[in-house]
T-cell receptor, first 113, second 113 residues
Framework: ETGVTQTPRHLVMGMTNKKSLKCEQHLGHNAMYWYKQSAKKPLELMFVYNFKEQTENNSVPSRFSPECPNSSHLFLHLHTLQPEDSALYLC????????????FGPGTRLTVT | DQQVKQNSPSLSVQEGRISILNCDYTNSMFDYFLWYKKYPAEGPTFLISISSIKDKNEDGRFTVFLNKSAKHLSLHIVPSQPGDSAVYFCAASGGDSWGKLQFGAGTQVVVTP
């Protein structure tokens, strides 16, 4: 595997379910990010981790819970989501935070019913 | 408040001609700018970047121009090819957004034969 991978690619969940999104990067980077992309809207930064430490929570509701066990893996735990949380969730990584381009995974298309 | 704006949601250009994509920003503290390209069902792919100490950066068919006084950047693609048909996002960071990318909403480019 190369680059940034995300699983699952598609997820349908009910509002009472608990699920997790997984991201793995094989680039040796130290910073990882979660973004949300809703239809016709810009990518919205959700969380930033640098060297496994969370450095940014962009006022994300607590029903989204990130976890970064090491610099290569990032999870987004989901529970009691709302239909308006349906979106494309993108993971990205970069060598560190700062003036670096970020490399994105293919995303997880989430539908909340 | 959206700090990075792409006011043209779509652009159609003939193969072989020049594609010009525009992006405006409001935060004068931004000092690093990037362009990404996104195909359907894939994550954004980094194309080219520019630091605020420069006003032009070129990489093959792609050139980014930065006009700091106008808070405007543009991406030129010459010559345009059918494989360039995608959504293009501009992004910026700096100031209180240091280490975080602020994205525009994207421009859908269609290159016609």
């Amino acid at each position: 595997e190369t680059g940034v991978t995300q699983t699952p690619r598609h997820l349908v969940m009910g509002m009472t379910n608990k699920k997790s999104l997984k991201c793995e990067q094989h680039l040796g980077h130290n910073a990882m990010y979660w973004y949300k992309q809703s239809a016709k809207k810009p990518l919205e930064l959700m969380f930033v981790y640098n060297f496994k430490e969370q450095t940014e929570n962009n006022s994300v509701p607590s029903r989204f819970s990130p976890e970064c066990p090491n610099s290569s893996h990032l999870f987004l735990h989901l529970h009691t989501l709302q239909p308006e949380d349906s979106a494309l969730y993108l993971c990205a990584s970069s060598p560190s935070t700062g003036k670096y381009e970020q490399y994105f995974g293919p995303g997880t298309r989430l539908t909340v019913t | 408040d959206q700090q990075v704006k792409q006011n043209s949601p779509s652009l159609s250009v003939q193969e072989g001609r020049i594609s010009i994509l525009n992006c405006d920003y409001t935060n004068s503290m931004f000092d690093y700018f990037l362009w990404y390209k996104k195909y359907p069902a894939e994550g954004p792919t980094f194309l080219i970047s520019i630091s605020s100490i420069k006003d032009k950066n070129e990489d093959g068919r792609f050139t980014v121009f930065l006009n700091k006084s106008a808070k405007h950047l543009s991406l030129h693609i010459v010559p345009s090819q059918p494989g360039d048909s995608a959504v293009y996002f501009c992004a910026a960071s700096g100031g209180d957004s240091w280490g975080k990318l602020q994205f525009g909403a994207g421009t859908q480019v269609v290159v016609t034969p």
